[in-house]
């Protein structure tokens, strides 16, 4: 590991030429290359004007290079979560031109060649960066943050770890366009001296076999460590595995085993958002109710907020914070102290007036877990013409599951209902419900509201996971009588169209796979028979991530209904 340099002064003070920075598919990117690449990039800022810029690349060594670029032009960087259409025109109106993914019809900036590589130190209050809440309680909200919160906080993570992490490379998970990633990922290895890798490893086989030729940190979240295959070989990496991290939420009594038994350790969980920056640490090798250990200088105290049922609520005061002098922010979390530190109580209740009764979505939520029947589930509130009812996204557990395919998801429905009669009006109980095998997350590790809303659109197919693999997956899926695919197509003797089949292959594949964003063309499409009201289908989609290609076919126990290829492109990096 190298002398820890301030990110303020990383390209002025410098590393030698050839110390490595990241590795790429076997190639080292040595530090005169991102000196080089990040002169292009302040360059073509520069050259572009203005000074709020949106940045999304996934090789995360051309990344590292943009952003220092950008701050060495006096640029603040937007990072969006995700580069699909709908997220980079919703930033259209808050920045002045985009790197890496840009919307249609705008031309990306791109890194300018043998630019000037004279730098000079940065400035600590510069406006460096907005990230994005995750989504997970409503509409993603921009947090602003300055050079010398981010600074701070990878001074803070080097003292915390630096020494038991040593000088092995950094391998990652999760994503660096949020502010966990882009901390443990990009900035803290890049102060320390550790070599990080380019590329993420989205899939348990990658992790296994990146770790297989020596030792390495890894980055990872709740949502990866918890879908760890016990069938893979974990025994030929674990012993490489020199520290791990988890964060972006709560890691579950299974998970946590799981890390134990395949991983050889519990990783180190760090506590924050991205309003906070990092709070809090521990590491459960044998106490599963560790608490959590304040960082340094952070401070933490319950009580402060003034609200109704406020008196457990964890306010945090921290270097890592944007605040006036001796301000405290308010979490929405719950937390109790004890000698050094605390334990989270949960979320804050999440109240909604329904039928003009309070009706608490957190304790409908833990009344659901309490029931036996699913071990993890979110109620939201949904418009059904003038009102609002409930629904519920859940992951039954083995019972669950087997109550369903007994009687059918009605029986589980009603089961989950008459679970929650005896503490909840009637009116409020939930009307509509999903059942999935995980709930779907973001780049972050987060489930947001948004994403299990579009749950209930009638145009989107319910399914189940039949089979699962890296670059395949077998769904179950219905053509449900009540979809609206069916309305006109054709009076008297309704099918499904054959655009709607393509586009559920195309819509349930990027919930499985990390798929380019755009559309270029199909391949060998195929229409073998109709499908009629009521089918129950077999979905099988392969990807085929060197030549963009994702394939499908729609089965039953009639036969073959369709098949063919989409071919993808517009991978960044």
Known sequence: MGEPLALEHLLVHGRPAGYPVAHREGQVLDFAALRARVAGWRAAFAAHGGTRHALFLEDTFEFAAALLGAWHAGVCIYLPADARPATLDALRAQVEGFAGRAPAGVTAIAPLPDADGAFYSLAPELAALVVYTSGSSGEPTAIPKRLSQLSREVVTLGALFDAEAGDVPVLATVSHQHIYGLLFRVLWPLASGRPFDAHALPYPEDVVAALRPGPALLVASPAHLKRLPPSLDWASARGHLRGLFSSGGPLGPEALQACRDLLGRAPVEVYGSSETGGVAWRRRDTDDAAAWRVMPGVQVRTGADPGPGADDVLAVRSPHLDLPEGAWFTTEDRARPVPGGFELLGRRDRLLKLEEKRVSLSAMERALVDSGLVHEA?????????????????????????????????SLNQALREKLAPHFESSALPRRFRYLEAMPVNPQGKSTEAALAALFDPRRPSFRVLERAPDRVLLSLEAQEGSPYFEGHFPGTPILPGVVQVDWALLLGREHFALPPDFLRLETLKFQQVIPPGTHLTLELTWAAESGRLGFKLTSDAGAHASGRIVLGGGVG
């Open 378 to 410: 979110r109620v939201l509130p949904l418009a059904d013409g003038h009102r609002v009812t409930l629904a519920v996204v859940a992951v039954p557990d083995a019972a669950g599951w087997r109550l369903q395919e007994a009687g059918g998801r009605r």
